[in-house]
């Protein structure tokens, strides 16, 4: 199963640099997304899968799952939601402003 998470977590990688890459304004905020979905996989597969066991230590239990992991991931999850958001916000007025979504165009002559 970790080897299953690990190749996931490379194609997700992979795709989203191949996205974060192109030109348009939209495929570089899903390719971010993408990115931040690969490093919560990654977090989860270092943490070791178990299945079946308590977050929680005692003195009876033998085996526990770590809850930090999960709660870094829960973490990074909502901020991913709130940087997606503002982002393509931000895309959605730069486009009603300035009629593209063409990085390069968007730099201008000036930087040429």
């Not at 640099?17 to 931040?36: A, E, P």
């Not at 991931?73 to 909502?78: A, G, K, P, Q």
């Not at 709130?82 to 990085?103: C, I, N, P, Q």
């Amino acid at each position: 199963m970790e080897i299953l998470m690990s190749v996931t977590t490379g194609i997700l990688f992979a795709i989203g640099t191949y996205m974060i890459l192109s030109r348009s304004m939209l495929r570089i905020i899903l390719g971010t997304s993408l990115l931040t979905h690969g490093v919560h996989l990654l977090l989860l597969t270092m943490s070791r899968l178990k299945t079946g066991v308590a977050p929680i230590w005692s003195e009876d239990i033998g085996a526990y799952v770590d809850p930090l992991p999960q709660a870094l991931i829960l973490t990074s999850i909502v901020i991913n939601f709130g940087v997606t958001a503002f982002f393509f916000v931000l895309a959605y007025r730069s486009y009603k402003e300035l009629r593209t979504d063409d990085m390069e165009q968007l730099r201008g002559q000036d930087d040429e």
